[in-house]
């Protein structure tokens, strides 16, 4: 009875000091939908807090002393961006130096690979070809001179000279061709292979170096915003330190605690309107994301979680971590309710409240706007459970009532479905 009069004598106030003003303004063009009468569950009022959907608490893989440390508490940051720089000088000076014994061993593998060149088979050719000329010339000139010798016509030392002489001859031949073949046929495969682990080896020792730079380097793990700083430039971390913190607000839960008698009624994916005292022009829309099983054994309350997307601007998030939540979950078996778009509902003031357009006789496209006090409840879809002065098949404003006053004249533009789907907003969402 309190609350009914309390909301009367707002109402009264509204209508009084709106007086001077409407009577200086013309009927303003809106657009309506009819109140409707449906069967919804009941719902029940649930105090909870806003937390984000994603929380890291970065520490540093390595030990370190920090050289840059670019972000503040309340920075925005992006994916992969760095939160903090450790010193890497000496790091950096091995990794040249190893790199450069990559290249070596990576163009000794390539030379080994690509085998003999042209003009070096050319010249083991040429080599060859001249070994074999005097190989045979020393043949010709032993079998000369052994045919001398039979007739007694040369000495022994003589024909001794000849005999080595077209021995050494035929295995310097022997020895050009086999250089020969060996140009021909290239590198064994067993050398390649050696240089390929050569290489492989000397490969994995530079990742490990440039992964000690990398781990040197802390990042952000996703979009969030920077919520702890615990460290600073020139301070030393040890590994597993921690470095700062980072929330993700892109879209936020907001837990509250069920009675277990309660429980049974909610369901995933279930859609819950969410009232935060700290923003009360908005009524916030979430589904049911998660139900934890696991009650509060002294308390018997479940936690449950509403998912609701954010909003985000320039100056931030609209929605905080931390923030008091409102949440009014369907607990209770079905009832008839009046529902309204939630585009007609007008916050900012004692209590929200929605413009009824009152006709004159015969005439369905111009009336006044009475404003009426209501409480809600429950919301589906683009629908919101309303309690008030009101009955079902009333034209209620849903376009055009941002700046309206009580007792307006109104021009019915346009009649929308009760679930009309609200105009687009440009929002920025880039942090």
Same mark, same amino acid.
């Given at each position: 009875?309190?609350?009914a009069?309390?909301l009367a004598?707002?109402a009264a106030?509204?209508i009084?000091s709106?007086?001077?003003?409407r ?11 009819e109140?409707?009468?449906?069967e919804?569950a009941?719902g029940?009022?649930f ?8 929380r890291s608490v ?5 030990g370190g002393?920090?050289a ?5 508490e309340?920075d925005?940051v992006?994916q992969d ?5 450790l010193?890497?000088?000496t790091?950096n ?18 030379e ?5 060149r042209?003009d070096?088979?050319?010249?083991a050719?040429a ?5 074999k000329a005097e190989?045979e010339?020393q043949?010709?000139?032993r079998?000369r001179?052994?045919s001398?010798?039979?007739r007694?016509?040369?000495? *022994? ?9 077209s021995?050494?001859?035929d295995?310097m031949?022997?020895?050009?061709l ?6 021909v046929?290239?590198p064994r495969?067993?050398?390649? *292979? ?7 080896m ?10 000690k730079?990398?781990k040197h ?10 919520v702890?700083?615990h460290t600073?430039v020139?301070q030393?971390?040890n590994?597993g330190?921690l470095v ?5 607000l892109?879209?936020? *839960?907001?837990t509250?605690?069920?009675?277990e ?5 909610v ?5 819950v ?23 509060d054994?002294?308390a ?5 979680k ?13 929605l ?8 009014v979950l369907?607990?209770g078996?079905?009832?008839s309710?009046?529902?309204?778009s939630?585009?007609a ?12 357009? *009152?006709?004159?006789e ?9 404003a ?5 409840g429950?919301?589906e879809g ?5 309690m008030?002065?009101l009955?079902?098949g ?5 376009r ?8 307006q004249?109104v021009?019915v533009k346009?009649i929308?479905p ?11 969402t880039?942090?």
């Amino acid at each position: 009875m309190r609350i009914a009069t309390g909301l009367a004598a707002t109402a009264a106030v509204l209508i009084f000091s709106s007086q001077t003003a409407r009577a200086q303004r013309g009927p303003a063009a809106v657009s309506v939908a009819e109140i409707i009468q449906k069967e919804v569950a009941s719902g029940q009022t649930f105090v909870g807090t806003v937390h984000p959907i994603k929380r890291s608490v970065i520490g540093s893989a390595v030990g370190g002393r920090v050289a840059e440390f670019p972000v503040n508490e309340g920075d925005y940051v992006k994916q992969d961006q760095p939160l903090a720089q450790l010193l890497t000088n000496t790091i950096n000076l091995e990794l040249t130096a190893e790199e450069a014994e990559l290249d070596l061993r990576r163009y000794e593998l390539n030379e080994l690979k690509n085998g003999s060149r042209p003009d070096e088979i050319k010249r083991a050719k040429a080599l060859m070809l001249a070994a074999k000329a005097e190989s045979e010339y020393q043949t010709k000139r032993r079998k000369r001179l052994e045919s001398l010798y039979a007739r007694k016509a040369v000495n *022994d030392d003589d024909i001794q000279q000849v005999v080595s002489e077209s021995i050494r001859a035929d295995e310097m031949y022997q020895e050009a061709l086999a250089a020969y073949n060996l140009t021909v046929e290239g590198p064994r495969q067993e050398k390649i *292979d050696q240089a390929t682990a050569r290489k492989d080896m000397q490969k994995a020792l530079v990742d490990t170096l440039a992964s000690k730079v990398v781990k040197h380097t802390i990042k952000s793990p996703f979009n969030g915003y920077v919520v702890a700083e615990h460290t600073e430039v020139g301070q030393w971390v040890n590994s597993g330190e921690l470095v700062a913190e980072v929330i993700a607000l892109d879209q936020v *839960d907001v837990t509250v605690q069920v009675l277990e008698n309660h429980i049974p009624h909610v369901r995933l994916d279930m859609e819950v309107r969410v009232e935060v005292p700290a923003i009360p022009d908005q009524v916030f829309t979430g589904k049911v994301a998660l139900i934890v099983p696991q009650a509060d054994v002294r308390a018997r309350t479940f936690p449950v979680k509403v998912r609701i997307k954010n909003t985000i601007t320039d100056d931030g998030p609209l929605l905080k971590s931390g923030m008091l939540a409102r949440a009014v979950l369907p607990t209770g078996a079905k009832q008839s309710a009046l529902l309204v778009s939630k585009d007609a509902l007008v916050l900012g003031g004692p209590s929200p409240m929605i413009y009824v357009v *009152d006709h004159g006789e015969g005439d369905q496209k111009q009336g006044k706007a009475r404003a009426v006090p209501v409480r809600v409840g429950v919301s589906e879809g683009r629908l919101i459970q309303v309690m008030g002065d009101l009955e079902p098949g009333q034209q209620v404003v849903i376009r055009g009532n941002e700046r309206l006053l009580p007792g307006q004249d109104v021009v019915v533009k346009e009649i929308l479905p009760p679930d009309a789907e609200p105009q687009a907003k440009a929002i920025n969402t880039n942090g």
